[in-house]
């Protein structure tokens, strides 16, 4: 296992490698004791020289996305082993969600094969091991509120101002190129 922590201009984050695919991605915390704890929580401590060329290309491909270009993260091997089959489908689908687009997570619920499992899709984003390089800040409430996001609001609210999403406060501005979805892809569920 690989481990490293890089800076963002968002603060310190981190990343390791296990079997040549990502094992975890740690959201940037504003110090690197804080990623340091979150490392440790899910098991994991940081490694002198983190050496990975998945963790070399990640660290370049995050300081592009942080400096405004385009990144498309979506042929990174992420580890999804420990995922339910429903999980893995949700994360699936927004893993194809481009830059500046928001879904639901009725959106998400529908993609992964079950309409009315909101909350699950939901607990799917909780579960993703590789926030931002599987996008599920870019995932919202119907009505385009900044619900849930392991990071927090703030976070969140962050990086999608960062890809351009127009916000008013903890809601996304709904509009034709970024809402939680289009007419003929709304479900029956209400979030």
């Keep these: ?23 975890a991605v740690i959201l940037p915390a504003g110090d690197p004791d804080s990623v ?6 899910q098991g994991l401590a940081e490694t002198t020289n983190g050496g990975s060329a998945l963790l ?3 660290e370049a491909d995050l300081a592009r ?6 990144v498309d993260f979506a042929d990174y091997p ?14 699936g689908a927004v893993r194809r969600l481009p830059a500046g687009e928001v ?4 959106w998400v619920a529908a993609q992964a094969g079950n309409v009315r499992a909101c909350r699950a899709a939901g607990q799917a984003m909780h579960a993703n091991p590789a926030p931002l ?3 599920c800040h870019r995932v919202v409430a119907s009505d385009g509120a900044l619900t849930g996001f392991g990071g927090g609001v703030a976070l969140k609210r962050a990086l999608l101002a960062h890809e351009g999403v127009r916000l008013d406060g903890e809601r996304v501005v ?18």
């Design 1 to 23: 296992m690989a481990v490293r922590m890089f800076h963002t201009p968002l603060g310190w984050m981190a990343a390791a490698v296990r079997d040549g695919e990502l094992a």
């Design 133 to 135: 390089v599987i996008p």
């Design 174 to 191: 709904l509009a034709w190129g970024n809402r939680p979805e289009r007419p003929s892809e709304r479900p029956s569920c209400d979030c």
């Design 56 to 58: 070399d290309r990640l």
């Design 78 to 91: 992420v580890d999804l082993t420990r995922l339910s089959p429903f999980q893995r489908a949700a994360l």
């Design 65 to 70: 996305y942080f400096a405004g270009r385009a």
């Design 103 to 106: 879904r639901s997570y009725a």
């Design 36 to 41: 340091r704890a979150a490392l440790a929580a």
